[in-house]
């Protein structure tokens, strides 16, 4: 079976994507040095003016002829899909929107499942290739054109398709998390090149990927990765532990890893403003569960501000604290709160027969907005129930989130966290799967 992000596994499981937190190969072709190629992406109009312009920009590189009155300018990534093949297209926009226009036609196009990539931190963004473990650097030229710069393979390390996952450290130190390979991969984003390996042999499980979390942990000098264990290839289930890896980033060793067996099926760490980071079970766990294919209930864990262990005294029970049997997937909506997707068996029905994800992608999921410090549940009664497989992006100070049709032939970008509540923004052709502000 083809999924639609080109690989045997589902696209929504703790999506970042992140924090682009997205479950999916990626991609954009070509490798080597330098690369010339670029694409005249226009001036997009829009229709209600920009986005908002409070806190930190979700991307960065904005090249040459860029400047601070200048005005914003976003990429969006979509893709496209048959039964045979994927088709990866990334636009440039001036806006979010509602109303902005997309031009497809100006519209970058890549093969297979690419992937677009927002280093926030450092100001620095780039495609992942759908068709081989190539990284490319591009910047923002003149007349919104995406120009390519240098290029990285990872073919040399193992890799074979990439994930969106990537921890930074600095303009010059980053690690990429290779799921499959069961290593991280220090890299320097600035000069493009790889700078060694930090093997990681306790998260293997047999027969079970490790699915190292869509954002990392920081505690000073310790980089913390949430680790949870899935199998799309034989069993479609889930174990039911999460571990957690610590990472020193000055000495680029393994100093530290544990396994909690109270919860699992978590890939997306959430760190509150308090500084604790929450880490609840995907959407997909949840199913999981109640096909029993994973032994734990939805449930959350918690790694306190100062330390760098699980809190042995903190276990949220989902189900319990929102009523819902199938409840996870846990996305930033401001202060102690978090949204999570609640699935409605009166709208849909668990597939009982078949895969995990052919549950996870019915349009019978509700958003419930979760008060972490006091455990309220309020159910987003603005948003109509939509599938699981969201995707999620930050920028301006804003959270993201995008529903799609039945079909994924368009993808509705909505502000989650607007004052006055939810609001629609442009909409995308295609499944949109990353947005990154790029000036």
């Not at 990537?166 to 290779?178: F, I, Q, W």
């Not at 306790?202 to 990927?209: K, P």
């Not at 109270?262 to 999981?288: E, K």
């Not at 129930?385 to 509705?412: C, I, L």
Request: include cysteine.
């Amino acid at each position: 079976m083809l999924m639609k992000n080109g690989a045997k596994c589902p696209l929504g499981v703790g999506l970042s994507e992140l924090s682009l937190a997205l479950l999916v190969t990626l991609g954009v072709a070509g490798c080597g040095g330098d690369d010339a190629s670029s694409v005249d992406a226009g001036s997009s109009t829009t229709a209600g003016g920009g986005s908002g312009s409070s806190g930190a920009s979700a991307g960065g590189g904005a090249g040459e002829g860029s400047g601070p009155s200048e005005a914003p300018a976003f990429v969006l990534g979509t893709r496209v899909w048959d039964d045979v093949t994927i088709t990866s297209y990334f636009h440039v926009v001036g806006s979010l929107a509602a109303g902005t226009e997309i031009d497809e036609s100006r519209a970058l196009e890549q093969p297979g499942a690419g992937k677009l990539v927002a280093l926030p931190e450092i100001d620095w963004f780039g495609l992942h290739s759908g068709e081989e473990p190539v990284v490319t650097r591009y910047t923002l030229g003149a007349g919104g054109r995406l120009v390519a710069g240098k290029s990285m393979s990872l073919l040399n390390y193992g890799v074979e398709g990439l994930w969106d996952t990537h921890y930074v450290v600095s303009s010059t130190k980053a690690y990429y998390a290779d799921r499959a390979g069961e290593q991280l991969i220090i890299w320097n984003p600035g000069e493009m090149r790889v700078l060694g390996t930090i093997p990681l042999p306790d998260t293997q499980r047999e027969g079970y990927l490790a699915l190292y979390g869509y954002a990392p942990i920081v505690r000073g000098n310790s980089l913390l990765i949430s680790v949870g264990w899935f199998d799309w290839e034989e069993s479609d289930s889930v174990l039911g532990e999460t571990g957690l890896v610590e990472i020193d980033t000055e000495t680029d060793s393994v100093v530290g890893f544990e396994v909690d067996d109270r919860c699992g099926g978590v890939t997306q760490p959430i760190t509150l403003p308090s500084g604790d980071t929450l880490l609840a079970n995907s959407a997909l766990a949840g199913v999981a569960h109640r096909l029993d294919r994973l032994t734990t209930r939805p449930c959350a864990l918690m790694v306190r501000e100062s330390e760098t262990v699980f809190d042995a005294d903190y276990l949220a029970e989902l189900d319990a604290i929102t009523g819902f049997d199938i409840v996870g997937e846990p996305i930033p909506a401001g202060g102690s709160t978090v949204f999570l997707r609640a699935f409605d068996d009166s709208l849909a029905d668990v597939i009982e027969d078949g895969f995990t994800w052919d549950t996870t992608g019915q349009l019978g999921w509700h958003w419930l907005r979760w008060d972490v410090a006091t455990d309220a549940i309020e159910t987003m009664a603005e948003l109509e129930p939509a599938k699981a497989d969201v995707v999620w992006f930050q920028t301006d100070g804003h959270t993201y989130g995008m529903q799609t049709n039945a079909d994924d032939s368009e993808s509705q970008l909505v502000d989650l966290t607007v004052a006055g509540g939810p609001q629609n923004r442009l909409l995308a052709p295609g499944f949109l799967h990353g947005v990154a502000r790029v000036r």
